[in-house]
């Protein structure tokens, strides 16, 4: 039997979107505007996406994999516009574009991570992450008047995509760990990019961030 394909509206962006993020969203294109009174309407989700050519602003081809969203918040405007924000919450991948509406959709299906192993390798790894996060985070509130204590997820999966979500990087390399199904694999590319990161603040000392922009990872004390 032919697997069954779930129906979501496509909302293409420069920019990723992990699960277990937000972001907020500015929307002004009458279509986009059906599109999230429709999902609120009906409360269903819609789906963000990469732009791999084209942009935001009239036609876009997507990359197949993105991260399916739930609306959280909404704010409008006397003139119809939208500020929405969004929870990222499980991973998709298109099978087919149906562009018949003013908005695209997709029909998709899950991104299915792999089973973690439960080795010596992988605990190796995942302290490691979870040691090196909570070192840029401490560096990052050096200057703050307040100790902080860092809540990592329990689950390796949100682990790998949290930490991911706080580092800066290229879409490209965003995409790449957002298509990624080996958590370990995802940890592995993510170290370097955290230990560099690290480097960078105790170099530079020009980061500025407060409890807000963190506050679904730490929590002051």
């Known amino acids: ?111 299915v991570e792999h089973v973690l192993e439960d080795s010596m390798r992988a605990e190796e790894l995942l302290t490691r992450a979870r040691e090196e996060f909570e070192v840029l985070i401490q560096k990052l509130f050096a200057r703050q008047e307040f100790e902080v204590q860092v809540v990592f997820p329990t689950d390796p999966v949100a682990l790998s995509f949290t930490i991911a979500n706080l580092l800066p990087m290229e879409n490209l390399d965003k995409q790449r760990l957002l298509e990624t199904t080996d958590t370990l694999e995802r940890v592995e590319d993510l170290l370097p990019i955290l230990e560099q990161q690290s480097k960078d603040v105790r170099q530079t000392n020009l980061y500025r961030i407060g409890s807000d922009d963190l506050r679904e990872w730490i929590t002051p004390n």
């Open 1 to 111: 039997m032919a697997k069954q394909l779930e129906e979501l509206p496509l909302f293409p962006l420069n920019t990723v979107l992990f699960p277990f993020a937000q972001v907020r969203l500015h929307v002004f294109e009458d279509r986009y505007r059906e599109m999230v009174r429709l999902c609120l309407q009906d409360d269903r989700p819609f789906g963000i996406v990469l732009i791999r050519s084209g942009n935001e602003v009239g036609m876009a081809d997507p990359y197949l994999v993105g991260t399916v969203v739930r609306i959280v918040q909404v704010d409008t405007y006397e003139d119809g516009r939208m500020d929405i924000q969004v929870q990222g919450e499980r991973r998709f991948r298109i099978r087919e574009l149906d562009e018949s509406h003013p908005y695209l959709v997709g029909r998709v299906e899950p991104v």
